[in-house]
């Protein structure tokens, strides 16, 4: 398996852009997770899916961000409007049921200018 | 807030010495911990694990140690080697939930 995958893997945007951040979950895994990683708060759980559901997104900062999760094999997080503070690298990560740990993909540094 | 914690941004030790990293958990109903290391450009990576019910768990050069009623566990990396250097997170999993909450990390730095 190519593990997680995530695109792309850096991403330079102007303030108040729309990003678009991919991940590719390991196949058969029912569970994904978007984190961020910043000095402060280190790797911060922003949501996470089971079975493509979203579960818990009381991380996700604001309502300028959104993930979506249409099918076992592809997840999305969005920001529209993008600010400079969102400015960090974002993980995908995803697991299976009753497994304990899970499986990060590169992840995305994205810079917002 | 952060329900755990890594207080030690960074540490250096002697190839061949013992790294001891440390983290904190705020919640006793944390059922499970895992260890993460982490190299540059990279995604963080599964080391070690351990489960309330224990208080150690051994793994080559690597034993984790919890100690419930302090809400506190440790990494032990005996002898460390030049390609331990990285960032280690620790993470805790309540038992009614499948996330796991990360700490800040801690950079180790093994001087050869």
């Known amino acids: 398996d190519a593990g997680v995958i995530q695109s792309p893997r850096h991403e330079v945007t102007e303030m108040g852009q729309e990003v678009t951040l991919r991940c590719k979950p390991i196949?058969?895994?029912?569970?994904l997770f978007w984190y961020r990683q910043t000095m402060m708060r280190g790797l911060e759980l922003l949501i996470y899916f089971n079975n493509n559901v979203p579960i818990d997104d009381s991380g996700m900062p604001e309502d300028r961000f959104s993930a979506k999760m249409p099918n076992a094999s592809f997840s999305t997080l969005k920001i529209q409007p993008s600010e400079p503070r969102d400015s960090a690298v974002y993980f995908c990560?995803?697991?299976?049921?009753?497994?304990?740990?899970?499986?990060f993909g590169s992840g995305t540094r994205l810079t917002v200018v | 807030d952060q329900q755990v914690k890594q207080n030690s941004p960074s540490l250096s030790v002697q190839e061949g010495r013992i790294s001891i990293l440390n983290c904190d958990y705020t919640?006793?109903?944390?059922?499970?911990f895992l260890w993460y290391k982490k190299y540059p450009a990279e995604g963080p990576t599964f080391l070690i694990s351990?489960?309330?019910?224990?208080d150690k768990n051994e793994d080559g050069r690597f034993t984790v140690f919890l100690n419930k009623s302090a809400k506190h566990l440790s990494l032990h990396i005996v002898p460390s080697q030049p390609g331990d250097s990285a960032v280690y997170f620790c993470a805790a999993r309540g038992h009614t939930g499948n996330q796991f909450y990360f700490g800040t990390g801690t950079s180790l730095t093994v001087i050869p």
């Open positions: 990560a995803s697991s299976l049921t009753g497994q304990h740990g899970y499986t």
């Open positions: 919640n006793s109903m944390f059922d499970y």
């Open positions: 351990i489960s309330s019910i224990k």
């Open positions: 196949s058969g895994h029912n569970s």
